[in-house]
């Protein structure tokens, strides 16, 4: 197969491969045109997320993808499930907010838990934190799309997989011939 590659791309012309690897460029660059896109308009630094356990099931499973907002006038309140970025750690925590705490001067602080877990997450937390507050949260769940981030997860799961779909998905942009 990597001979036949490499043959069609010796029979190409110089040509023929400037416009492929422009076409490929094109891709890329309307893929991270559209992301930045959603990141303003949802208000939220990652507007797409994948539900990567299983502790909010029922209500969520493991592999949904999920479509955020983060409009900061927007009051947090119990009972709606909020996804949230801890100080010294990477991945971003899909729970439900359980408990409101609001100080007199007006400042909002909030507890989540997920719905498969028996305790509260503080345990989560940093160190010494007992409330997250607005500034953690990267975004609101306001709908999701059943079992779509799978890819996602097995892509994690098995780099090498990860590394074939590129290979193949590249070839495939590289060598077909426009009509």
Not at 13 to 41: D, E, H, P, T
Not at 50 to 63: D, I, K, N, T
Not at 140 to 147: I, Q, T
């Amino acid at each position: 197969m990597a001979m036949d590659i490499f043959g069609d791309l010796r029979r190409m012309n110089k040509r023929q491969l400037y416009y492929q690897i422009l076409n490929f460029a094109m891709i890329v660059s309307s893929a991270l045109m559209i992301w930045k896109g959603l990141i303003v308009i949802t208000g939220s630094e990652s507007p797409i997320v994948v539900v990567l356990s299983g502790s909010m099931e029922p209500a969520f499973h493991r592999g949904d993808l999920l479509f955020l907002t983060n409009f900061r006038e927007d009051p947090i309140r119990a009972g709606e499930i909020v996804v949230f970025k801890v100080e010294g750690r990477d991945i971003p925590i899909v729970h439900r907010v359980i408990k409101i705490h609001e100080k007199e001067n007006g400042n909002i602080k909030f507890l989540t838990k997920g719905d498969n877990n028996e305790v509260d997450d503080r345990g989560l937390y940093k160190e010494g934190q007992n409330w997250l507050e607005k500034k953690d949260v990267v975004g609101r769940a306001r709908g999701f799309l059943p079992y779509v981030g799978m890819v996602t997860i097995i892509m994690n799961d098995y780099p090498k997989f990860k590394y074939a779909l590129l290979a193949v998905m590249g070839a495939y942009v590289l060598l077909k011939r426009e009509s």
